[in-house]
């Protein structure tokens, strides 16, 4: 198991965009369990997004509002740690507006993605939720963006140690894992074609989005 605790990757700016959606995820998951199960139950079966209800064209609403949930505090932890590691240097690429559009993007991307992969019609009627299709799509433009950029990594492997290692081959590694999860179906209850999907819209949107960088000049 590892987990990335930050990069080596100043942002230039201040990252204002995933400041809100980090606060917006926390505090709508701690509202809604707050409220108690009923409530959380009931929340989920009008805000979840259902793959049966979006092929049939209704709740369509849902693809953005199931961002904003999360099943439990482990799933919103994880989310929350990527999106706090990574999210802040794809913002300083793309300026605000285009990154909140892109991380939107990505959500839709990896829900159609997932809607898509179903082989089983009953599988259909699940509700899914979180926020990880958006944040894979960080995820994969921060790939484009930074590949060289050294993420500082806790590693649980027989012992527990901090590393640092290059984006190209963490985001790497995580890419492959989901994918040996989705092909051999290791894992039940997680979306893992979402993962795939809203990272690889990432990274065919990155080189889009990204902003020119100003140019240096020299006074004399």
């Not at 009953?122 to 484009?144: E, H, K, M, N, R």
């Not at 492959?176 to 990272?199: K, M, P």
Request: charge should be negative.
């Amino acid at each position: 198991m590892f987990l990335p605790v930050k990069d080596e990757n100043p942002p230039r700016i201040t990252p204002f965009v995933t400041w809100i959606l980090l606060l917006v995820n926390i505090i709508i998951f701690f509202w809604i369990y707050s409220q108690g199960e009923a409530f959380y139950n009931k929340t989920v079966e009008e805000y979840a997004m259902v793959p049966i209800d979006i092929l049939e064209g209704k709740n369509l609403h849902t693809m953005f509002t199931s961002m904003f949930l999360h099943a439990h505090i482990l799933h919103l932890f994880g989310n929350m740690l990527f999106l706090y590691v990574f999210g802040d240097n794809v913002e300083d690429a793309f300026g605000h507006g285009r990154y909140l559009l892109f991380y939107l993007l990505c959500g839709i991307a990896a829900s159609l993605t997932h809607i898509v992969s179903i082989t089983n019609p009953l599988d259909l009627a699940i509700p899914t939720l979180g926020a990880s299709g958006a944040i894979s799509g960080v995820l994969g433009a921060y790939l484009i963006l930074y590949p060289k950029a050294r993420v500082i990594t806790l590693v649980f492997f027989g012992w527990i140690f901090f590393t640092a290692i290059p984006a190209i081959i963490f985001l790497g590694f995580w890419f492959i894992l989901q994918w040996l999860f989705a092909v051999y179906d290791i894992g039940g209850g997680v979306a893992y074609w979402a993962h795939i999907g809203g990272f690889l819209a990432g990274m065919l949107m990155a080189p889009l989005l990204k902003r020119e960088q100003p140019r240096i000049t020299v006074e004399y």
